[in-house]
C-alpha cells in the first residue's frame, strides 16, 4: 500500500506563491495528480504528470502553476505562482486509477 504524504500549504497573499510537495512511500511508476477541494465544493483535478514526465493542467490553471517529479526521490511537485483566492482550497496528492490519496495540505490565498 503507497502512503502520500503532502506539505507545502499555507497562507498566502493574492498574486504570491507556494510550492506544494507530495512523497511516496514506495516507488510509484504511475501517473499521479494534484486534485483540490474548496469548501462546500467537489473536488475537481488540477494537473496530472505521466512518469517520465509531460504534465497536463486544467483549464483555470492558465499557466499559472506547474506540476513536475522526481521519481528518483518518490516526490511529486506543485509550483504555483500568481495565486488568487478562488484557489483557496485542500490540495491533494493522487496515484491515478488507485484510492490512494494524501491527507491533504491547506492552501489559503487571502489579502
Known amino acids: 500500500q503507497v502512503q502520500l504524504v503532502e506539505s507545502g500549504g499555507g497562507l498566502v497573499q493574492p498574486g504570491g506563491s507556494l510550492r506544494l510537495s507530495c512523497v511516496a512511500s514506495?516507488?510509484?511508476?504511475?501517473?499521479m495528480e494534484w486534485y483540490r477541494q474548496a469548501p462546500g465544493k467537489q473536488r475537481e483535478l488540477v494537473a496530472s504528470?505521466?512518469?517520465?514526465?509531460?504534465?497536463n493542467y486544467a483549464d483555470f490553471v492558465e499557466g499559472r502553476f506547474t506540476m513536475s517529479r522526481v521519481n528518483d526521490n518518490n516526490t511529486v511537485f506543485l509550483q504555483m505562482n500568481s495565486l488568487k483566492p478562488e484557489d483557496t482550497a485542500v490540495y491533494y496528492c493522487?496515484?491515478?486509477?488507485?484510492?490512494?490519496w494524501g491527507q491533504g495540505t491547506q492552501v489559503t490565498v487571502s489579502p
Open positions: 493522487h496515484q491515478e486509477g488507485s484510492n490512494y
Open positions: 504528470i505521466g512518469f517520465r514526465g509531460s504534465p
Open positions: 514506495l516507488f510509484t511508476p504511475w501517473p
